[in-house]
């Protein structure tokens, strides 16, 4: 008789210590969600949380908008810059007349070239659209056009 009781001593003091470990878990685990405050209710927290995430929903909207428009803006950007150096007149101006495309990375922009010789130095700026001009190129100014 005395076994029996001992046993449903051990088994209701082993439930009482897993309740009490269950209940320190559990205790911990709302101290964490209610960091250090004392709402009135888990419905705040729950009301809470979900205004938070709205935010956050709401604030990454607006940042995908941001993104974009800097993704457009970089795009209308001069991405492409390059300079030829040659000798316009033969071996006389020493690679002092050259080519530079300023292009973004739909290839509008413009080609500026600079044609040097002792008198004077010409300057020419021709629009570019989509990789083209309609205007007519020098061999320089076509093999920076086709460089993409």
Not at 54 to 81: A, G, M, W
Not at 118 to 130: C, D, I, L, Q, Y
Request: proline fraction near 2%; charge should be neutral; charged fraction near 25%.
């Amino acid at each position: 008789m005395l076994g029996t009781e001992l046993i449903i001593i051990i088994a209701i003091g082993t439930v009482a210590v897993l309740t009490l470990i269950l209940h320190l878990i559990l205790y911990v685990r709302l101290k964490k969600l209610f960091k250090g405050g004392q709402p009135k209710s888990i419905d705040e927290i729950l009301t809470a949380y979900r205004v938070a995430i709205e935010d956050l929903y709401e604030n990454f909207d607006q940042n995908k908008k941001v993104l974009s428009d800097h993704e457009n803006r970089i795009k209308k950007s001069i991405t492409t810059p390059k300079t030829i150096r040659f000798n316009a007149w033969g071996d006389v101006s020493g690679n002092q007349s050259f080519t530079t495309r300023l292009l973004d990375e739909n290839g509008n922009g413009v080609i500026v070239s600079t044609l040097y010789a002792r008198e004077k130095t010409s300057v020419f700026a021709k629009p570019v659209n989509n990789w083209s001009t309609e205007q007519e190129l020098s061999d320089e100014e076509k093999e920076l056009l086709n460089e993409r």
